[in-house]
């Protein structure tokens, strides 16, 4: 493996050239692959001659936020090992053996991983805070409890749900980790440890004790880095550490859409704009700016060379509310809320500014009714004549695992033969990342167990199959598109199906099917509840929305599962 042939991985050679700011093309420093640019260092690196064709630009490049020689010496393992498991992910790792992890790697991954989440934790708590004197108590209560069991569970080496979250950890960056070696379980453990730390964390900021340090020497050390990070000074610092942080976890289509976001922020508070000097004001201005868009920024050949400012002046219609509000704004308070954060600015100057869409979110899409349900079902390739494994088998099971787990096109669509498990003797389908594999957001990230008229139909049998005949992916022959993205193709066959069945209704499409599994979540008086939340992959909004594993036993997911009900819905035989 690749990361056993790194030089002095993890001891920093001493050996730097700091080429200050003479020049931003400067070569980087010998074998430490440290540069120098304008005073602040990074880590570039060339990418190997196998993987350039699939790599994105010529080198791997990692901002590390430092004009400290000394602390780029300290942060350069980190940026190291980040290259080498990139360089696994783009060789293909299905193709790589496992291997063991280091402590150092272990401690560096899950270190990182906790300051995270402690940001994320710290935001949660800011936007939905436990006001209420009862909620209050029992949120306290349960941080107590849940702090106590994780010590528990470290203390008595019952390491298994975190050996679950220590290979989600693995998978996010690029590892194929030996389950069996003593990295791998020394990694369970630090990601208990971890969590024990961000429970009492949790129990302290809910009694108002914001000054509390861990115990822990990994987790103390590694929050008082995340504290004591440096501030990039202006609006275009901010903007390039934004992108340093999200970009690598983001799909082609969303660096596409944060494109004209980072054009509108740039062009009308400037890159050189001070971010302490931010007020409600800019933000009032950026909002204005973006309501008034036109159409096509950036794509009509009418607004081909114009600034936002003329762009707007041309008079072109204005985009949609939902344009601005889950694109523009979205980005721009994203960027914001990573201030924030990270502390470079008291507050987001956007918060709170929405536009009211006219029409309601409910009339944008309809579910599918009783009978058109049965209309689509009723025939192939849903007959007993035509069985599932013949022709294209996601056309048959994809529209079925969309009514009943209600996940999106795309997470069907990019389904893998080791996607379908077996947790607690409960079989499952695991929504995830990783091999070529993106999803919506970190919380469509979930397990699913089968639902039963799913093993009724034959799921399990057909996924074996695939198994048995060395299959990779549980679809053959589906792949994504130039964007990155899965399912177009799956979509576009059952928009023509509708079509041709006279199904026609606002908007309706596979994502309809969506809509049916909300509808029957109120019915089990699940929508909304954090529960119902984890089904459908959405934020729950709580301290535990974005912890690893959803916190919920997988029998007691089932349960819930079966409670989705099609009443008078005709199905094949199995």
Known sequence: ????????????????????????????????????????????????????????????????????????????????????????????????????????????????????????????????????????FNALEASRLMAEFVSDQVGSGELE??????????????????????????????????????????????????????????????????????????????????????????????????APVERV???????????????????????????????????????????????????????????????????????????????????????????VDPVAEADKRDPFTLDQLNKIFGASPWTPRDPAPKGRPLHYWGPLIALFLGMRRGEIAQLRVDDVAEVEKIPVLLVRAGFGKRLKTTNARRMLPLHPELLRLGFLNYAEERRASGAELLWEGEEPDSRGQWGDGFSDWFVRLLKARDISGTKLGLHSFRHNFQDRLREAGLHGTALGQELAGRSKGGHTSNNYGSGYPTAMLAEAIAKIRYQDLHLPPA
Not at 57 to 64: A, D, T, V
Request: aromatic share 8%; proline share 7%; charged share 30%.
């Open 265 to 355: 922020l740039r062009e009308v508070l400037g890159s050189a704009r001070q971010l302490d000097t931010l007020g409600r004001e800019d933000g009032r201005k950026l909002f204005d700016t973006v309501r008034q868009l036109p159409k096509g920024l950036g794509k009509s050949p009418k607004l081909r060379g114009l600034s936002v400012a003329e762009a707007i002046k041309t008079g072109l219609p204005p985009i949609s509310p939902k344009s601005i509000n889950a694109t523009y704004l979205a980005g721009m308070k994203a960027t914001f809320r990573f201030a924030v954060q990270e502390q470079w600015m008291a507050a987001d100057p956007l918060a709170g500014l929405t536009v």
């Open 161 to 258: 749900p975190f050996e679950v979250h220590a290979s989600r950890l693995f998978e996010e960056h690029g590892i194929k980790a030996d389950p069996s070696a003593p990295g791998f379980r020394a990694t369970a453990q630090l990601m208990a440890r971890a969590d024990r730390e961000r429970w009492l964390l949790r129990e302290a900021r809910l009694r108002g004790d914001f000054g509390y340090q861990p115990t822990d020497p990994v987790f103390s050390s590694a929050l008082r880095e995340e504290q004591h990070k440096k501030a990039p000074p202006t609006v275009g610092g901010l903007i390039e550490a934004f992108k340093a942080d999200r970009a690598p976890r983001w799909s082609p289509s969303s660096v596409a859409a944060y």
């Open 1 to 136: 493996m690749r990361l056993k042939s790194m030089k002095n991985r993890g001891n920093p050679v001493p050996e730097v050239h700091n080429r200050g700011t003479q020049e931003d093309g400067a070569v980087p420093a010998n074998r430490n692959h440290l540069q120098c640019i304008n005073g602040h260092y990074r880590y570039r690196r060339r990418w190997p001659k196998n993987v350039r064709a699939v790599a994105k630009g010529e080198y791997f490049i990692r901002h590390l936020a430092t004009s400290s020689l000394e602390e780029a010496l300290r942060l350069r393992p980190a940026a190291e090992i980040e290259f080498f498991s990139e360089v696994d992910r783009l060789n293909g790792l299905v193709e790589a053996k496992p291997r063991d992890v280091s402590q150092a790697e272990a401690t560096i991954l899950v270190a990182r991983w906790f300051s995270a989440q402690v940001r994320q934790d710290a935001e949660n708590d800011l936007h939905n805070p436990v006001s209420d004197p009862e909620q209050r």
